[in-house]
C-alpha cells in the first residue's frame, strides 16, 4: 500500500528529528571527551606546579633562615622586617602548595562507597571543631541526618569544610547559630548548613565554589579558597551538587546533595 502525502511528510520529519539528534549526541559527547582531556591537564597542571615549586620555596625558607640567625643581630629593624616578611610568605606559599596538591588528588582518589550514617560523621565533625573554637559563644543546631550511600572519608570532609566555613563567618556573632540539616525527595537527599554570619551577596554566588575564589579579604578571614572547591568536586563524584544562597550580614546557607540511587 502506498503512502499517504501525509505519511510521508510524517516519515521524513521523524528522520530528520532522528539525524538531529544524533548530531547532538556526538557532538556533546565530543564536547564531554574535549573537557575530560582539559580537565586532566588542568590537574595534572596543578600537580606538577605544587611539586616543582616545592624546591626552590624550600631554599627559599632555608636560606633566609640562615640568614636570619647569622646577620640578625646586625640587622636594621627596617631590613629584620624585610626578611620576616620573606620567611611569613615562604611559609604561606608552603601552605598553598599543600592544599592545591591535596585539592589535585581529589580528582584521582577512588571511591569506596559504602552505607554512611551522616549522624556520626556530623558529630565527629561538630566535636573536633567545637574543641579548636573553644570561648566562643556557640549554639549548635543539629537535626536528624539519614543514611546515604558514599565514601564515608570524603563525605566527613565536606561536612568538615562547609561547618569550618560556617564557624569563620560567624566569628564576629554572639550568639554564633550554626544548624545542619536536611529534607529529601524520592530521587535524593539534601543536606545544608546554615549560620548567621556575614553573608554574601548573590550576584557573586558563581564564584563560591571556584578554585582560589574569595568574597571577603585574607585580612579578614583566613584561608586559601580551597575548601569549598574542594567539596564541590567530591560531591560531583558522588553525582551530586552543590549551591549556596545568603544575603549580606543575614547568614548563609550551603547545600548538598547525594542521589538517591
Known sequence: MDQSPEDKTDTSALRQASQEQDQLRAALQQRTAELEVLNKELEGLAYSISHDLRAPLRHIDAFATLLEKEAGPALSKEAKGFLDIILQSAHSMSNLLD??????????????????????????????????????????????LPQVCGDPAMLQQVLTHLISNAIKFTRDRNPAEIEIGCREDSAEVIVFVRDNGVGFDMQYADKLFGIFQRLHRAEEYEGVGLGLASARRIIAQHGGRTWAEAKVNRGATFYFSLPKQ
Open 99 to 144: 592544599h592545591l596538591l591535596a585539592f589535585s588528588r581529589l580528582s584521582r582518589a577512588e571511591l569506596f562507597p559504602q552505607t554512611v550514617d551522616l549522624n556520626a560523621a556530623l558529630e565527629d565533625v561538630v566535636n573536633k571543631l567545637s574543641w579548636e573554637n573553644q570561648g566562643r559563644n556557640m549554639v549548635w543546631k543539629k537535626h536528624r
